[in-house]
């Protein structure tokens, strides 16, 4: 483990866009703001609270702008997902001023999710950046489909430099590696991040992991091993995209929170508190969810006990 990186690790909360977005049934807009309140207490500073994307396509982020707007009663870094231009007035108006686009490295993958090219969504993310400076909004940018494509397999780095070269002429203030369908593994993870880094500093290379082949924890640690500080997961494992066939849970938050801690790296979450939000979804959604800490923890309570 290198030493020359920070010993916190900040973790972007997604569950409440990515774990929400793929699921069948639709959640009540008062118990997402109730999971909101439950994760600000356990420590999140960073929370993607939701996407303005076509309601018709994704109504499970239909109540979007009502989310934000309770989310910006609290002092964290509230993050809504946009695609295109009408996204990015939406959330503007709704009163969002921390945004994450979207530019994903497969041809295909851009066609199925963003019904554009990719180098259509390049020149949107352009348009976006020019924008969200002049109106002093957060950009993040993520590149979607960076190890592996549903459609198209094997990406070659390559292909993600040409593509993370523009981005990274737009200044973001982060770049989001994302492995959208979970099929990456630690060694090409550790590979591109190390190509990434020449190009852009660590501190902004931030990293988005599914546990599609139970590979997310493996993932996330081959990224902190290479630096990077920054990881998005979701309470509970809850996830998927709904255009990538294949895209299942992300990485649970609770597994990443009790690997950082385990290793020595700070977070500032409370643990029995974030399994407290995962135990209320569990509720809601009327079904066990996917993180494997919590029984880890129980076990260690019994053992503890006895
Ligand atoms: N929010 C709401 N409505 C939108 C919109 C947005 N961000 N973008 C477009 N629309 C509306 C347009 O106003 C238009 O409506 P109209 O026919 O009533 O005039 C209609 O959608 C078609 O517009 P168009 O510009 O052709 O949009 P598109 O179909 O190319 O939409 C996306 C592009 C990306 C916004 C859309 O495909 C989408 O929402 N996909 C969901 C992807 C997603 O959420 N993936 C998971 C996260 S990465
Ligand atoms: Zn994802």
């Known amino acids: 483990m290198s030493h ?3 010993d916190t ?14 699921q069948p049934t639709l959640v009540a807009t008062e118990d997402k703001l109730q999971m909101l309140a439950m ?57 969002s001023r921390s945004m994450a686009s979207v530019v994903m ?4 993958m851009s066609q199925q999710n963003s019904r554009m090219s990719v180098a259509k969504s390049i020149q949107i993310a352009q348009r976006l950046a020019v924008r969200a400076a002049r109106d ?32 990274i002429a737009l200044d973001p203030a982060e770049l989001v590696l994302s492995d959208t369908i979970g099929h990456a593994h630690p060694m090409q993870v550790a590979k591109l991040i190390e190509m990434i880094a020449r190009r852009i500093d660590m501190e902004r290379i931030s ?9 997310g924890l493996a993932n996330a640690y081959a990224a902190i091993d290479s630096g990077v500080r920054t990881l998005d997961a979701s309470f509970g494992g809850l996830g998927g995209c709904p255009f990538a066939p294949g895209a299942k849970g992300n990485l649970a938050t609770e597994d990443l929170v009790f690997l950082a801690h385990k290793m020595g790296f700070e977070t500032g979450i409370d643990l029995g508190r974030l399994l407290d939000v995962v135990a ?14 919590r029984d880890q923890c129980e076990e260690a309570i019994a053992c503890a006990i006895v």
């Not at 690790?9 to 793929?22: A, P, W």
């Not at 002092?75 to 009163?95: Q, T, V």
């Not at 990293?207 to 590979?215: E, K, S």
């Open 105 to 108: 490295v497969s041809e295909t």
């Open 136 to 167: 002093g909004v957060r950009m993040r940018i993520y590149i979607s489909t960076a190890w592996v494509c549903p459609y198209e397999g094997q990406i070659a780095p390559e292909q993600v430099l040409r593509v993370a070269d523009k981005l």
């Open 4 to 6: 020359l990186f920070s």
């Open 9 to 22: 690790i900040h973790i972007v909360e997604v569950g409440l866009r990515d774990g929400f977005q793929n």
């Open 207 to 215: 990293a988005h992991f599914h546990d599609t082949q139970a590979l």
């Open 39 to 95: 994760l600000v207490d356990a420590g999140f500073d960073t929370i993607e609270t939701g996407s303005f994307v076509r309601p018709d396509l994704v109504p499970q982020m239909a109540d979007s702008a009502e989310i934000l707007r309770n989310s910006l009663h609290y002092p964290i870094n509230n993050i809504s997902l946009i695609i295109n231009e009408k996204g990015y007035d939406r959330a503007y108006a709704a009163g």
């Open 280 to 293: 209320f979804t569990e509720s809601v959604m009327d079904r066990p969810l996917g993180g494997r800490t």
